[in-house]
């Protein structure tokens, strides 16, 4: 049986637009309503930095602190969380040489990595910024998907930074045209182990999210993806890990003079793309309407909530950024039935109070004014 985790109590000081804000939960949904520009989505993105890396907009650390402030931020938690009840806090403060850095406290004690809150909540999220995901670049996709594995498998994040900090080094001793073997060769072997890692969890999780949009589509209201993986030596990838790993070194090695030429690493888990068709339409998602997309992407998130809380037997906690506003009145309805159905806590956001109605009483409903709320 799937376990809730839920946000109990939020502070925020000097976050965007808040200057002071404190919300006491009551484990409902919540619904923030107001004006455009008011900070709804500023408060989803606090939210978002209970997670590890950059929070829902990817933000530049220094671009967060409130105008006028003292150059941090904070944002304080109080969870029910996987591993029980703590209490989170996380900001940035600015170092001896004038660094402004994350830091991150747990119960009172600070954290070794902010990888550490994968063991207290999983968050995921959909914002209008994404509706283009589609049609955007494949980096945009490829971070996408990777924020899809990063909430099964924590580590896939650490591996993702290693690769791009060996393929950095190679990259680096090529344009200085240092062809020395021995340390190509273990920067490579170290490229090919991480890379193939990285393939195989996105493999792998887009192998269980494909059975499970499967098993779903008589059911849902909202369109089925089908999904794969390309653009990473498709050709290689149903061989056994090991030879896997042993031709991508052969690859790399053969391949030094090229990519000196061209200033960068050609061939690798940084070129995949991720793949999606709209499987009742037989087309491809990116020659889809703009509705289709959105509605296709909703599925997509809502199957992927529910394999984490399959996964790891606790549901996720969602944030949905203005996710009602080009629904129609029984999608709207539709949505909200699949996002209580996975007994997790989401956090929704729009300007009509009116577009949730079909919530009634399983939201808690809160007001947001100029960076101010009222519960």
């Not at 999780?205 to 008589?218: F, K, P, Q, T």
């Not at 984490?308 to 999608?331: C, K, Q």
Request: hydrophobic fraction near 45%; include cysteine.
């Amino acid at each position: 049986m799937t376990q809730k985790t839920q946000i109990q109590r939020l502070k925020l000081t000097d976050f965007r637009n808040y200057a002071q804000a404190g919300l006491a939960l009551d484990g409902r949904h919540v619904v923030l309503v107001g004006d455009n520009g008011a900070g709804k989505t500023n408060f989803m993105e606090a939210i978002s930095f209970l997670s590890p890396g950059r929070g829902l907009r990817r933000a530049v650390l220094s671009d967060i602190p409130r105008v006028g402030a003292s150059g941090s931020f904070t944002v304080f938690a109080s969870i029910e969380g996987m591993a029980g009840e703590a209490d989170i806090g996380t900001g940035t403060e600015t170092t001896e040489e004038g660094n402004l850095v994350r830091r991150l406290r747990i119960n009172g004690g600070p954290a070794k990595s902010v990888d550490e809150l994968t063991d207290h909540l999983r968050i995921l999220w959909l914002t209008p910024a994404m509706d283009g995901l589609f049609t955007g670049s494949s980096s945009d996709r490829r971070r996408f998907l990777d924020r899809l594995v990063l909430s099964l498998d924590p580590a896939h994040g650490r591996r993702a930074s290693d690769f791009e900090r060996a393929m950095r080094s190679r990259n680096k001793l090529l344009s200085e045209g240092r062809f020395d073997p021995t340390w190509l060769s273990g920067i490579e072997q170290q490229m090919a182990a991480l890379g193939v890692a990285m393939a195989a969890a996105r493999r792998e999780m887009l192998g269980l999210l494909s059975g499970l949009i499967e098993a779903d589509r008589e059911t849902s209201a909202f369109p089925s993806a089908s999904l794969a993986l390309t653009g990473f030596l498709d050709d290689l990838a149903d061989l056994p890990a090991f030879e896997f790993e042993e031709r991508y070194i052969e690859i790399l090695a053969q391949s030094r003079h090229r990519d000196a030429a061209a200033g960068r690493t050609l061939d690798g888990p940084h070129r995949a793309d991720l793949m999606v068709r709209h499987i009742e339409k037989d087309m491809d998602a990116e020659r889809c309407s703009t509705g289709e997309q959105k509605a296709l992407l909703i599925g997509l998130v809502l199957a992927h909530a529910r394999l984490v809380a399959t996964m790891t037997g606790f549901a996720p906690i969602l944030l949905l950024d203005e996710i009602a506003a080009h629904l129609d009145e029984g999608r709207r309805a539709s949505l909200f039935a699949r996002i209580d159905a996975l007994g997790g806590q989401a956090f929704m956001t729009g300007t009509d109070k009116a577009m949730f109605s079909a919530l009634g009483d399983r939201a808690q409903f809160v007001t947001v004014s100029d960076g101010e709320i009222d519960a």
